[in-house]
């Protein structure tokens, strides 16, 4: 079983982060990372933002001028990554997380902020890998059941209640 590395900062202070996050983004990293029969380890930087942040990120980065709720880098094409020489992992990419919009999400959706988090790092992970549900609606939904498979393996599903406590 290939090890993954995963670098998490919170770069927000509007809404703190709930404990036991970091687990489960590591634990959705690496699920995809399995599903996926990635071969390797890997590294994945996951950064915490506000609206403000992931808009600027979004209109740099994408030409769109509105906030959005996950962003993803890629640092690899085609399934090659390069591979960090200090780490001997392939640098996977890089996700952005809006956490206002998490849990503006999670409420709308009805369900919790931690099963919001586990989709988005499960979605971007999928991108980070080559998937992109936006080129056709059979890509879509090829994306969508990976994703739902990969959060059912972990039993992260809509329903699932988490801690309300938080971390520092």
């Not at 991108?127 to 990969?150: F, N, P, Q, V």
């Amino acid at each position: 079983m290939a090890k993954v590395k995963v670098l998490i900062t919170n770069n927000q202070d509007c809404v703190k982060v709930p404990t036991g996050i970091r687990l489960l983004i590591r634990k959705c990293c690496h699920a995809v990372l399995t599903y996926e029969n990635f071969n390797g380890d890997a590294e994945v930087s996951v950064s915490f933002v506000d609206n403000e942040q992931i808009h600027e990120l979004n209109r740099e980065y994408r030409n769109v001028d509105r906030s959005t709720d996950v962003l993803s880098f890629p640092l690899g094409e085609n399934g090659e990554y390069d591979l960090n020489p200090e780490t001997n992992c392939y640098v996977i990419g890089d996700i952005v997380i809006s956490l206002e919009t998490a849990l503006k999400q999670s409420i709308v959706f009805g369900h919790s902020l931690e099963r919001e988090i586990g989709f988005l790092t499960v979605h971007s992970m999928l991108h980070l890998l080559g998937y992109d549900h936006e080129t056709s609606k059979l890509d879509e939904r090829i994306m969508r059941e990976k994703e739902e498979a990969i959060l059912s393996q972990l039993g992260v599903s809509r329903d699932t209640s988490f801690s309300n406590q938080t971390e520092e």
